[in-house]
């Protein structure tokens, strides 16, 4: 079993992590971030997939999405769980993402949401304590899917599984449409600066670089998930002077939340 996630802030790593902690327990699993320089040959090593990745504005993940779409068609008819995390809702990102999988040979028999922490609006918005926490019946789902997992693969289930279309994304077309094309303007307070380079490290998508003894940032490859904000450990990077002063959502954050889900859990 291979569980391949992207997570920006670290919500859907949360996730990913409690699957394999618990899933290692009953089958031999292997969980890796993605990487846009995948050797996908890689994946006919394994029987199952768990695929984990963040929505934004009702689409999965800019780097999820084109982890898929670069993946040729598998010679091997591969099946899998996929699930996803949001703030608010997530539309018809699991249906988009599961038709994409069947043109790859994939086949789905399992799929869920979770409401995770908003990591945009903790910094946008006022604080409320929402934003900052997994949804209350986070753990009872996790726990359904993980039985549904070991049922699966106890049998030899391979019919695909799709929600159905929610017509309410139709309303949010808008919201999507100019969220997509609005791209923040970060900026880095220099005097909090300490030169860790932790923004450069960990930005899969080379949004960071240093150059000339300073930072340079591009926006183009940028999908807003904003894990350069939550996890730059002086709060050099901000959207506004005021977000440095906002509560982050790093490691630790992460952290605590995963352990209080476990806490459930057990």
């Known amino acids: 079993m291979k569980i391949l996630y992207h997570s920006g802030a670290g919500s859907t790593k949360a996730i990913a992590e409690i699957f394999n902690y618990k899933l290692s327990s009953l089958f031999v699993c292997d969980i890796e971030q993605i990487d846009l320089e995948y050797e996908y040959s890689n994946l006919l090593l394994y029987d199952f997939l768990i695929f984990g990745f963040p929505t934004y504005h009702c689409e999965a993940s800019r780097s999820m999405a084109e982890f898929l779409n670069q993946m040729p068609e598998l010679s091997e008819s591969k099946r899998a769980f996929v699930f996803t995390t949001c703030g608010l809702f997530s539309g018809n990102t699991l249906r988009e993402f599961i038709n994409a999988c069947n043109d790859k040979n994939i086949v789905v028999c399992g ?85 860790c380079d932790t923004c450069v490290k960990e930005c899969m998508r080379k949004c960071w670089k240093r150059a000339d003894g300073g930072l340079t940032f591009d926006m183009h490859s940028c999908e807003s998930c904003l894990k350069c904000i939550h996890h730059c450990p002086s709060s050099a990077i901000v959207l506004t002077k005021n977000t440095a002063k906002k509560k982050k959502m790093n490691s630790s954050f992460y952290e605590q939340q995963k352990n209080k889900i476990f806490q459930e859990i057990e």
């Open 111 to 195: 799929y869920n949401t979770y409401k995770a922490p908003a990591t945009d609006g903790a910094l946008l918005l006022p604080p409320i304590k929402f934003m900052f926490e997994y949804g209350k019946n986070v753990p009872r789902k996790i726990l359904n899917d993980l039985n549904s997992i070991n049922n699966i693969l106890k049998g030899n289930e391979r019919y695909s599984k799709c929600p159905r279309f929610k017509l309410y994304t139709i309303l949010n077309f808008p919201n999507k449409y100019f969220g997509k094309r609005y791209k923040h303007k970060f900026k880095i307070i220099e005097n909090r600066c300490v030169r």
